[in-house]
């Protein structure tokens, strides 16, 4: 088939497993699945896969703006706005921004994500 489907969305970061695992304990996914070397981490919901390579030197990206200003990020539907930002700083998130219907926060590798109630 020509048209391409979806495989998996991939963040770069300084820490596979360790980065994958605050994404999992936010999505209440099953544990990592990581490389020996910690090179690439996965996980997923049996269906929907995010993956995070190592990559030497990562530098977070800057929110909103600045040198390095975010290219991408995730919405994360909820139905409770405060009960998930205490579960999200709880694990690790840095709010960064609140706003009535979302909030963005940033991951312990810097990268903006929002949990959204809208």
């Known amino acids: 088939m020509s048209v391409p489907t979806l495989g998996s969305v991939v ?4 820490d596979p ?16 699945d990581a490389a ?6 996965t996980i997923g919901n049996g ?5 995070f390579q190592a990559v030497a030197n990562y530098e977070a990206p800057t929110w909103p703006e600045g ?4 290219q991408f990020h995730l919405d994360l539907k909820v139905e409770d706005l405060p009960a998930a930002h ?3 700083v709880e694990i690790g ?14 991951d312990p ?7 959204c109630a809208c």
């Open 11 to 14: 963040l770069d970061c300084p």
């Open 17 to 32: 497993l360790e980065l994958s695992k605050f994404y999992a304990r936010l999505l209440d996914w099953p544990e990592p």
């Open 36 to 41: 020996a070397d910690n090179s690439w981490s």
């Open 47 to 51: 269906g929907t896969l995010i993956e």
């Open 67 to 70: 040198e390095r200003p975010q």
């Open 86 to 88: 205490e579960r999200a």
């Open 93 to 106: 998130a840095k709010l960064l921004d609140e706003q009535k219907t979302f909030r963005v926060y940033a």
């Open 109 to 115: 590798a810097g990268h903006p994500f929002c949990l």
